[in-house]
């Protein structure tokens, strides 16, 4: 699906928010800025066929043995020595908890029972931005931040990260259970081949919110926000990441594997929205609540504001575009001048258990990056009853959590950028929502 395509307006809607159990969107409720720069939902089941199809790549193997990055991985891992502390830097509420004790997280308990190891979790990520710019200076004085794990989104601060040389590449020798057990999404992804430095902790996508009732028919297509019925009722996202690459999608080309000439059409797409006075305003965090008031009729949107404004009385849907939507993951990875790498890798390894993984499923409520952890959701299903029994068994049957190769065939990633690229990038995109 890379390359240039015909939108095709008969395509079958989209499923959207509504086709949900309310059980399984609790997991999509907290605000954007409380969870990082992104909303999350994503994952695979049994996708390589569809993934390779749309671009989204997985499968392959690590650097070969013998390559300059992996002696030089090598023999840092090989002087490393096992520890039992571990300094964990997350997201809020982006882990499992204890029905008792919102503080206690069952996974760590766990980890710690069976590998000794304590494990210090600070909710300590509140965006991407804010978070590079904390790191950044112990970083550049090659310092340790404190902390030997931390959840990062593909995307600019990544790309930096990796190109800054702020990270440490990972132990392959360490991913057993990643390897046996990862979904085709998250092996080998375009912004870090080999995994050379990250696992994927979860996913997540962009798409359209809207009022029905106000839009007066279905939303399916980026081209509905060039409408002009709509003038003067349209939120787009004021960035240099989830606009841009939307707009790609809407120009009918994969960002992934998008050229110059594409960027330059998208930019045109959004300069003729901007400039016909489509467009009411460029928002960041702040578009759902005049969305829900009806000030908006249409926005670009997370699908988790969406279901949050709907627990709070709104009516509002959520589509995936059928020309296609931008896709991310949030990843681990190791802070270079981290204490404890090992333990780090042992974490990282440990959560691609299937159990495991079944288990922060069952709290978080999103995509799991582990296909198998069906089985033991389903197992505790069967044990549980009443509404708990009736939640596990919809997370099990659910699309959102175990996806079916269909559902991501309108999925792309964001394109991985060159510093000479950036500005390019920059420099087309930044001046349409600045104006």
């Not at 605000?31 to 999350?40: F, N, Q, T």
Request: glycine share 6%; aromatic share 10%.
């Amino acid at each position: 699906m890379s390359g240039e395509r015909t939108p095709e307006r008969d395509t079958p809607a989209a499923p959207t928010l509504r086709d949900l159990p309310p059980d399984l969107l609790r997991g999509l409720t907290s605000p954007r800025l409380s969870r990082r720069d992104a909303l999350r939902l994503g994952g695979v089941s049994g996708l390589a066929l569809a993934l390779a199809a749309c671009g989204v790549s997985g499968g392959a193997t690590p650097a070969p043995s013998g390559s300059a990055a992996a002696d030089a991985a090598a023999a840092f891992w090989a002087k490393q020595t096992p520890t039992k502390l571990l300094n964990f830097a997350n997201w809020p509420l982006y882990i499992d908890v204890s029905a008792t004790n919102k503080s206690d997280h069952p996974s760590i308990d766990l980890f710690t029972k069976q590998t000794g190891i304590k494990v210090t979790y600070r909710e300590v990520i509140q965006d991407n931005a804010s978070w590079f710019g904390q790191i950044q200076p112990q970083l550049a004085a090659g310092q340790s931040i404190g902390y030997d794990l931390m959840v990062e989104t593909n995307g600019t601060y990544l790309d930096k990260l990796r190109a800054l040389n702020y990270l440490q590449p990972l132990d392959q020798s360490m991913m057993t259970n990643f390897y046996k057990n990862a979904s085709p999404l998250v092996k080998s992804p375009s912004y870090d081949r080999g995994n050379e430095f990250t696992m994927a902790w979860q996913s997540g996508m962009t798409g359209i919110g809207y009022n029905p009732k106000l839009t007066g028919r279905p939303i399916t297509s980026w081209q509905d926000l060039q409408d002009p019925a709509f003038k003067g009722k349209i939120g787009m996202f004021g960035d240099t990441q989830d606009l841009p690459n939307s707009a790609i999608c809407a120009v009918g080309v994969n960002p992934e594997t998008s050229t110059q000439a594409d960027w330059h059409n998208a930019a045109a797409w959004l300069t003729k929205q901007r400039d016909a006075g489509l467009v009411r305003k460029y928002y960041t965090q702040d578009y759902i609540s005049p969305l829900s008031k009806g000030d908006l009729w249409i926005s670009m949107a997370w699908s988790g504001d969406i279901f949050q404004a709907n627990a709070s009385g709104a009516s509002l849907e959520f589509v995936i575009p059928t020309e296609g939507a931008p896709i991310w993951t949030d990843n681990m990875c190791i802070p270079k001048g981290a204490a404890n790498p090992v333990a780090a890798m042992t974490w990282m390894d440990f959560v691609y258990q299937p159990q495991i993984a079944a288990m922060l499923a069952e709290s978080v409520n999103y995509v799991t990056p582990v296909p198998a952890a069906a089985t033991y959701i389903a197992a505790d299903a069967a044990k549980a009853t009443g509404a708990d029994r009736a939640s596990l068994e919809s997370l099990v049957s659910s699309p959102l959590i175990f996806p079916k190769p269909a559902d991501y065939t309108r999925l792309h990633r964001y394109r991985v950028l060159t510093t000479a690229e950036e500005k390019v990038w920059n420099d087309l995109f930044e001046p349409i929502y600045q104006a």
